[in-house]
């Protein structure tokens, strides 16, 4: 993803995603939680992850997935636009998705990709 309208194109695309307000900022929520925000970092979005989610990712790829002193313990990762794995970054889309999706939500989602 290069930039963060795409970032928002493909949230929106997931079921039920709405565009809400987060500290003031539109940003891709699913039952009122974000997904997503903008980066106070240009060059990077801010993604929801589990604490130990985010120090997977930044010590495999630390040119892709980083952290200012502002999200430090904090369960959400920086993501810089461009990346070299746009799949692994639409898939930890799904997964905050799924991670803030109800069950019956994420059993329609199953059911309706086969």
Request: hydrophobic fraction near 40%; glycine fraction near 4%; include cysteine.
């Amino acid at each position: 993803m290069k930039n963060w309208g795409e970032v928002v194109a493909f949230a929106c695309a997931l079921p039920e995603v709405e565009m809400i307000s987060f500290y003031g900022v539109p940003c891709p929520k699913l039952n009122g939680k974000a997904l997503a925000s903008p980066s106070r970092e240009e060059d990077s979005f801010c993604l929801f992850v589990s604490v130990s989610e985010k120090e997977m990712l930044m010590e495999t790829d630390p040119d892709t997935f980083w952290e200012t002193a502002h999200y430090r313990n904090y369960p959400a990762v920086l993501v810089r636009y461009g990346t070299a794995d746009p799949e692994r970054v639409a898939a930890l889309l799904e997964r905050a998705w799924e991670r803030r999706a109800s069950k019956a939500q994420r059993t329609e989602r199953a059911e309706k990709l086969g």
